[in-house]
């Protein structure tokens, strides 16, 4: 009489379980790359938006706000930061320090500049990973 055996080896299940547990590491490395980079691109989005309202704020008042909040006015008529930026953008977590604003007064002309700093988690976009400034002439 013959036998008549139906189903998996051992070897053949232990070599599945492998190539699914291969190829669920490679898919989760792949995921937090891709995540690493939207955070990334939301800080580069985010620091030109500060940059574009910091700007027309300077049209405006002829000086860059005095600080980084939608208050902001320096004895500005009628204009505030929140007139071109309603909410100050925050950085996304993890793997940055906060935006860190800093107004300058070269040569003596009263907040004539400005430094933004933030840092990036990777390469993105053209731009280096790590701490990074942003001024008026550019990222």
Do not use: H
């Amino acid at each position: 009489m013959k036998l008549n055996k139906k189903g998996f080896t051992l070897i053949e299940l232990l070599v599945v379980i492998a190539i699914i547990g291969l190829l669920s590491t490679v898919a989760v490395i792949a995921l937090n790359s891709a995540r690493q980079k939207g955070r990334d691109a939301k800080r580069i989005s985010d620091i030109r938006q500060v940059q574009a309202a910091l700007e027309m704020y300077l049209n405006d008042c002829n000086q860059y706000p005095a600080t980084l909040t939608t208050g902001a006015n320096n004895g500005c008529t009628g204009v505030t930061l929140g007139t071109f930026l309603p909410t100050i953008p925050t950085n996304p977590t993890p793997g940055g320090t906060t935006y860190t604003y800093i107004v300058r007064s070269p040569g003596g002309a009263t907040n004539s500049s400005y430094t933004l700093t933030y840092t990036l988690e990777g390469p993105t976009g053209g731009f280096a990973s790590g701490l990074r400034t942003a001024s008026p002439s550019g990222l």
